[in-house]
């Protein structure tokens, strides 16, 4: 007799090379991906991160669906907070920035009656703990830490071998700003 199957999950993927770095460890279930990534400051950079997500699930064999980009109504979401975030992503404009895309992927895990969990939490520059604060506001939402057993190594392994763009700031003007690049 098997075990009882474990439910496919819709994964919240915010780049390729921290998908890349969370796949591996979900080969037992059937996985969804979703690019919901309104917070990054502009179209091209969008459209280039999303490119990267479609080689990893093409290589994966993996399901993509995307959230269309809205940065206004990410701008209006984080409005008054634009500059209290702090570098890394830590402080209460990313805490706000987490909600927004986890609120519209929880959106589409109801639609599709799947549990969720996001590829936010294999960076180390990002507080699990708030992530899962805000995860939990959704009954569907699975706290899955990516960055247990050196998640992030992996995603820099991984991202290599796979020949991923690397970004070199979090996606947000701000945090463009800061990264000096
Ligand atoms: S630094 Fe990153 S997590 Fe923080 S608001 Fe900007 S895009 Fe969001």
């Known amino acids: 007799m098997g075990g009882e199957e474990k439910k496919p999950l819709l994964l919240h993927i915010c780049?390729?090379?921290?998908g890349s770095g969370c796949l591996p460890r979900?080969?037992?279930?059937?996985v969804v991906l979703y690019?919901?990534?309104?917070?990054i400051a502009t179209r091209e950079e969008y459209e280039k991160r999303l490119e990267q997500v479609r080689i990893l699930?093409?290589?994966?064999?993996?399901?993509?669906?995307?959230?269309?980009?809205?940065?206004?109504?990410?701008?209006?979401?984080?409005?008054?907070?634009?500059?209290?975030?702090?570098?890394p992503e830590k402080g209460p404009r990313c805490t706000l920035c987490f909600g927004f895309s986890l609120q519209r992927t929880a959106l589409m895990a109801e639609q599709m009656g799947f549990p969720?969990?996001?590829?936010?939490?294999?960076?180390?520059?990002?507080?699990?703990?708030?992530?899962?604060?805000e995860g939990a506001k959704y009954p569907l939402f699975e706290a899955?830490?990516?960055?247990?057993?050196?998640?992030?190594?992996?995603?820099?392994?991984?991202?290599?071998?796979?020949?991923?763009?690397?970004?070199?700031?979090?996606?947000?003007?701000?945090s463009l700003a800061a990264s000096g690049s």
Do not use: M
């Not at 979900?26 to 059937?30: A, E, G, N, Q, V």
């Open 26 to 30: 979900l080969t037992d279930r059937r």
């Open 15 to 18: 780049c390729g090379p921290c």
């Open 116 to 133: 969720f969990a996001t590829t936010l939490t294999v960076s180390p520059h990002k507080n699990s703990c708030v992530i899962f604060d």
């Open 144 to 174: 899955i830490d990516f960055k247990k057993k050196d998640g992030f190594l992996l995603s820099i392994r991984e991202s290599t071998r796979l020949g991923l763009y690397r970004q070199r700031f979090c996606g947000c003007e701000f």
């Open 57 to 87: 699930a093409a290589y994966w064999q993996t399901e993509l669906l995307t959230d269309p980009y809205d940065h206004d109504a990410w701008l209006r979401h984080i409005q008054t907070l634009e500059n209290a975030g702090s570098f």
């Open 35 to 39: 690019y919901s990534n309104s917070n």
